[in-house]
């Protein structure tokens, strides 16, 4: 259950109006489903292996619905199981959690409680290894990419561009949902190990003695249950790129092995004593605040050391002003395209309520509120109805200066925010051009060479704004105050 936008799943339940709310939401967010309404179904479907997440309502499963559970997880050992009951009880949520269930709900059930499930379930998925040989694209728009022109954005890309051949380690550090998987990904792209593999692995996903032997390997007969060796994920990433997510919440003993490891460049599989010499770089991404951590003594200061080399942080998507309105536009392109529908673009009151929501889940929370979108609306124009999952408790508050009382304080806000992001192309041209210039160290050469431009052009460019710029004495009388 690797990759989170599409898990394979399961739904068994007698209600066809509960199987088709699943179909609809699962649908929306782009799972794969297949759904069943027999409970003599759900044994050969499961010893199948194929899915990664079962959603099964309990009555489906009789008197002996515990101890069917408890099979279906020895059977499917990776299946993530989510049970549904109209029982609200203590009791019957401990007897499902006991049986092996990563969560348990009751009904009515609601799209969002269920959406939650899934993240839920998906955040803490069995599966943590993954290895994908990405080739590099640097003529083409397809593969991984960061939206968005803004200062911010645009110092991240020359950030990339910067460290990409680079071997020593790179920290990318944000909050959840603002990209730092994908900034790893185009870390190895643009690298010279770029037709190596890249290997991710979630170190918050497994405890400890678990994870060791996922990032180091092990032998047969290392402990109960390794019938055979296993090839660890620096191994596997041996020439290419070894990615670390959520590298804050590795256990402290652990940590001393992975210095060691990036110290020597050697690793030791679990119950091996012979060290094999393995040749990858290491990048981390934590939405941890680190040096916090090793006050507290949870993170080793010396392991820190060690992998803040290089860094890159990642900005909220409350501090990117404009590429707000244009990830959404991606978003909503992709998903029209995706979904076979009409399109027709977002009308305003859609962008009003966009910039009005702070998105504490940042990129990704933006991502399934379009995608929701562009399923409620057929398609078509995405209106501010079509946006579920706006509450207020998201709602951004933003000190006014303003001192007349007839226009509601939200709605100004929501206007000035609204007019900020849809300022003049050439002025946010300007703004990141400046800014990129101001990266490169004043070097108009460097910029152009990071903004693919000739040199000549930014002259141009620079030479016509400044042009345009009104001498701040004339100010008034231009704008016909005087």
């Given at each position: 259950?690797?990759?989170?936008?599409?898990?394979?799943?399961?739904?068994?339940?007698?209600?066809?109006?509960?199987?088709?709310?699943?179909?609809?939401?699962?649908?929306?967010?782009?799972?794969?489903?297949?759904?069943?309404?027999?409970?003599?179904?759900?044994?050969?479907?499961?010893?199948?292996?194929?899915?990664?997440?079962?959603?099964?309502?309990?009555?489906?499963?009789?008197?002996?619905?515990?101890?069917?559970?408890?099979?279906?997880?020895?059977?499917?050992?990776?299946?993530?199981?989510?049970?549904?009951?109209?029982?609200?009880?203590?009791?019957?949520?401990?007897?499902?959690?006991?049986?092996?269930?990563?969560?348990?709900?009751?009904?009515?059930?609601?799209?969002?409680?269920?959406?939650?499930?899934?993240?839920?379930?998906?955040?803490?998925?069995?599966?943590?290894?993954?290895?994908?040989?990405?080739?590099?694209?640097?003529?083409?728009?397809?593969?991984?990419?960061?939206?968005?022109?803004?200062?911010?954005?645009?110092?991240?890309?020359?950030?990339?561009?910067?460290?990409?051949?680079?071997?020593?380690?790179?920290?990318?550090?944000?909050?959840?949902?603002?990209?730092?998987?994908?900034?790893?990904?185009?870390?190895?792209?643009?690298?010279?190990?770029?037709?190596?593999?890249?290997?991710?692995?979630?170190?918050?996903?497994?405890?400890?003695?678990?994870?060791?032997?996922?990032?180091?390997?092990?032998?047969?007969?290392?402990?109960?249950?390794?019938?055979?060796?296993?090839?660890?994920?620096?191994?596997?990433?041996?020439?290419?790129?070894?990615?670390?997510?959520?590298i804050g919440e590795m256990d402290i003993t652990l940590q001393a092995k992975l210095l060691r490891f990036l110290q020597t460049g050697e690793i030791k599989k679990v119950g091996s004593d012979r060290a094999q010499t393995v040749d990858v770089r290491v990048v981390c991404a934590t939405n941890r605040d680190l040096p916090k951590l090793v006050e507290q003594g949870v993170f080793r200061e010396d392991l820190y050391y060690r992998l803040n080399v290089l860094t890159i942080a990642m900005p909220a998507l409350r501090e990117r002003g404009n590429d707000l309105i244009e990830l959404a536009r991606h978003f909503y392109d992709h998903y029209v395209e995706l979904e076979g529908g009409e399109g027709g673009g977002l009308t305003q009151s859609a962008m009003m309520a966009l910039v009005e929501h702070s998105w504490p889940g940042n990129v990704r929370e933006l991502q399934n509120v379009i995608r929701r979108g562009v399923v409620m609306s057929g398609g078509g124009r995405l209106d501010a109805s079509d946006l579920m999952g706006l509450e207020d408790t998201g709602r951004a508050t933003h000190p006014l200066n303003a001192t007349s009382s007839s226009v509601p304080q939200n709605v100004v806000s929501s206007s000035r925010r609204l007019i900020d992001v849809l300022r003049p192309l050439a002025e946010i041209e300007r703004e990141i051009v400046e800014s990129v210039i101001e990266l490169s160290g004043g070097s108009v050469p460097k910029a152009a060479a990071a903004l693919r431009l000739s040199p000549s052009t930014l002259y141009r460019k620079r030479q016509s704004w400044s042009a345009r710029t009104i001498p701040e004495d004339h100010a008034i009388d231009r704008v016909g105050f005087g």
């Open positions: 259950m690797t990759d989170k936008s599409r898990l394979s799943i399961l739904a068994a339940d007698s209600q066809p109006s509960i199987l088709r709310m699943y179909e609809k939401l699962l649908g929306s967010l782009g799972h794969r489903l297949e759904t069943i309404r027999e409970g003599s179904e759900l044994e050969g479907r499961v010893r199948q292996g194929r899915y990664d997440v079962l959603i099964v309502d309990m009555t489906l499963l009789g008197p002996q619905g515990e101890r069917t559970l408890r099979a279906f997880t020895q059977a499917a050992p990776e299946l993530q199981i989510i049970a549904v009951s109209d029982r609200a009880t203590v009791s019957a949520a401990v007897s499902a959690i006991k049986a092996g269930c990563a969560d348990f709900l009751t009904k009515p059930l609601s799209m969002q409680t269920l959406e939650q499930a899934l993240e839920t379930v998906s955040d803490t998925e069995k599966p943590t290894l993954r290895v994908d040989i990405i080739k590099p694209t640097p003529k083409s728009g397809d593969g991984p990419n960061l939206v968005g022109f803004s200062p911010a954005m645009q110092r991240v890309q020359v950030t990339i561009s910067n460290f990409a051949n680079s071997t020593a380690p790179v920290l990318i550090t944000g909050e959840s949902g603002t990209g730092k998987d994908v900034s790893a990904t185009l870390l190895h792209q643009k690298g010279t190990r770029a037709n190596g593999p890249f290997v991710a692995i979630n170190c918050a996903a497994l405890p400890g003695e678990l994870m060791e032997s996922e990032l180091f390997g092990h032998v047969k007969g290392a402990f109960t249950g390794a019938t055979t060796d296993r090839v660890g994920a620096a191994l596997a990433a041996h020439g290419g790129m070894l990615f670390l997510d959520e």
